[in-house]
């Protein structure tokens, strides 16, 4: 049974993507998990958004990293505000691409008594080596899935620490399902837009999805419920 429904980007067939207003929208259509992504801005605050760059007149395609908060524009949420506006009570998945973005979305999320509930994902598990308390997922590429040493990749995967593999739902096989569960690890894939595809990834028995259209990924994981 799939146990984790992820609205990617806070469930963008719906709305702007990354905004408070569609995460709330997810929440309120029944997701149970949103995803999005995180860069630290200059003063250091954990900005969500996909490329984590300035796009705003004179400070266009400038890295986050390099422009304060106070500089970007008022739409683009911190992960603070979103837990003021939504609460805690749901999954989220946060896509990393440092371990100093990692360490400061796990410290935001522990000052909101959510880390439980966090899961930080990046394509190299060293990233995370410094987490304690959120859950940990790695993002493999389709040449790793079709590869013959996956095995070893997954291997080093759950070594490192990490619950899960994340990849593209349909680079997942069945024996491939089975290998992950095999040595401990979930099976998450994302881009599962349509509904064969989300019923696909239930019958795969992945254990998490991450969808732009919440209300197909909620219908399809309810009806894989038992009663």
């Not at 007149?57 to 992960?79: F, G, K, Y």
């Not at 939504?86 to 400061?104: E, N, Q």
Request: charged share 25%; with cysteine.
């Amino acid at each position: 049974m799939t146990t984790y429904g992820f609205a990617h980007r806070g469930g963008s067939a719906h709305g702007p993507d990354n905004r408070i207003e569609t995460f709330a929208t997810a929440l309120e259509r029944g997701a149970q998990g949103l995803e999005t992504d995180a860069w630290l801005t200059a003063d250091g605050e954990v900005v969500l958004d996909h490329d984590g760059v300035h796009r705003v007149a004179a400070l266009r395609r400038i890295p986050m990293s390099r422009v304060r908060r106070d500089q970007l524009p008022p739409h683009l949420p911190t992960l603070p505000e979103l837990y003021a506006a939504c609460g805690t009570d749901f999954d989220l998945a946060i896509d990393v691409k440092s371990a100093a973005i990692a360490m400061a979305v796990e410290a935001v999320a522990v000052r909101h008594d959510a880390a439980d509930r966090l899961w930080l994902v990046t394509p190299h598990s060293a990233l995370l080596a410094g987490v304690r308390r959120a859950r940990r997922a790695v993002t493999v590429k389709g040449v790793t899935m079709r590869s013959p040493r996956r095995g070893v990749a997954f291997r080093a995967i759950r070594d490192g620490g990490a619950e899960a593999v994340n990849t593209r739902w349909g680079w997942w096989r069945p024996a491939l399902v089975s290998q992950a569960h095999d040595l401990g690890l979930l099976a998450f894939g994302y881009d599962a837009q349509r509904m064969t595809s989300l019923r696909r990834c239930v019958e795969l028995g992945l254990d998490g999805v991450f969808s732009d259209h919440v209300d197909r990924m909620v219908e399809a994981l309810r009806a894989a419920t038992p009663p």
